[in-house]
């Protein structure tokens, strides 16, 4: 396991290309208390209830919008499970900035470099809000934006918070459940949207490479 946080650390420093700056040193981290998220740090979502990873891969929904699907994924050692956490375009926000409790955030699949993305399309099991990934590097919409809501006093996000991600478009609230995909993606869980606050709504952040803060000049 600490050989593939390794390996992930070392792929971050040579081939992901950052708006400003990078970094001088990063955490990889499994669990642990009080690191704080950054802008910029790459991490898998657990969703709390299932303990399933959020996950995608280049495989399109067979209804709804036809984009790359987004799943919960079993397993902890896969690399479709990995997010790099952005701020939205032509904001002052930059790698290595905390994140407050209420900013608008987006997810960058770090595999495909699509963007977490929801609608009004229906998810193929429940029929709720459809999650997707969509877009690309200098493709993204409003589609893509989320807002981090802390439970608890937390102020900023930090990894052994519990969070809930509600869609900015739709309203909807990062979703997913026990029900499964029995074909192409068997074993895999259901990620929708969903516009109540339930205790499925619940994720946190997990194993990834957690970036320092960087210090005002």
Same mark, same amino acid.
């Given at each position: 396991?600490?050989?593939? /946080?390794?390996?992930?650390?070392? /792929?971050?420093?040579?081939?992901?290309?950052?708006? *400003?700056g990078?970094?001088?040193?990063?955490?990889?981290?499994?669990?642990?208390?009080?690191?704080?998220?950054? $802008?910029?740090?790459?991490? #898998?979502?657990?969703?709390?209830k299932? #303990? /399933? =990873?959020?996950?995608?891969?280049?495989?399109?929904?067979?209804?709804?919008?036809?984009? *790359?699907?987004?799943?919960g994924? &079993?397993?902890?050692?896969?690399?479709?499970? $990995?997010?790099?956490?952005?701020?939205?375009?032509?904001?002052?926000? #930059?790698?290595?900035?905390?994140?407050?409790?209420?900013?608008?955030? =987006?997810?960058?699949?770090?595999?495909?470099?699509?963007?977490?993305?929801?609608?009004?399309?229906?998810?193929?099991?429940?029929?709720?809000?459809?999650?997707?990934?969509?877009?690309?590097?200098?493709?993204?919409?409003?589609?893509? $934006?989320?807002?981090?809501?802390?439970?608890?006093?937390?102020?900023?996000?930090? *990894?052994? *918070?519990?969070?809930?991600?509600?869609?900015?478009?739709?309203?909807?609230?990062?979703?997913?459940?026990?029900?499964? $995909?029995?074909?192409?993606?068997?074993?895999?869980?259901?990620?929708?949207?969903? =516009?109540?606050?339930?205790?499925?709504?619940?994720?946190?952040?997990a194993?990834?490479?957690?970036? &320092?803060?960087?210090?005002? #000049?």
């Open positions: 396991m600490a050989m593939g /946080f390794l390996g992930l650390a070392l /792929f971050l420093f040579l081939s992901i290309d950052f708006d *400003q990078s970094p001088s040193s990063a955490s990889a981290a499994s669990s642990s208390q009080n690191v704080e998220i950054t $802008y910029g740090t790459v991490l #898998k979502l657990m969703h709390e299932t #303990k /399933f =990873r959020l996950h995608s891969h280049d495989v399109p929904y067979g209804s709804g919008s036809g984009q *790359q699907s987004v799943t994924f &079993p397993n902890v050692d896969d690399s479709n499970s $990995y997010w790099i956490v952005r701020p939205p375009p032509d904001t002052s926000a #930059k790698q290595g900035d905390t994140i407050a409790n209420g900013a608008i955030i =987006r997810f960058q699949h770090m595999r495909t470099r699509k963007w977490l993305h929801s609608h009004l399309h229906a998810s193929p099991i429940s029929g709720n809000l459809e999650v997707s990934c969509f877009g690309g590097e200098s493709e993204s919409d409003t589609g893509d $934006y989320w807002r981090l809501i802390i439970e608890g006093s937390g102020k900023t996000w930090k *990894q052994d *918070q519990r969070i809930r991600l509600q869609h900015v478009d739709t309203g909807g609230y990062l979703h997913s459940h026990d029900k499964k $995909y029995s074909r192409i993606a068997g074993g895999q869980q259901e990620v929708c949207g969903i =516009r109540e606050k339930r205790a499925d709504n619940v994720w946190l952040a194993e990834g490479v957690y970036l &320092p803060i960087t210090e005002s #000049k």
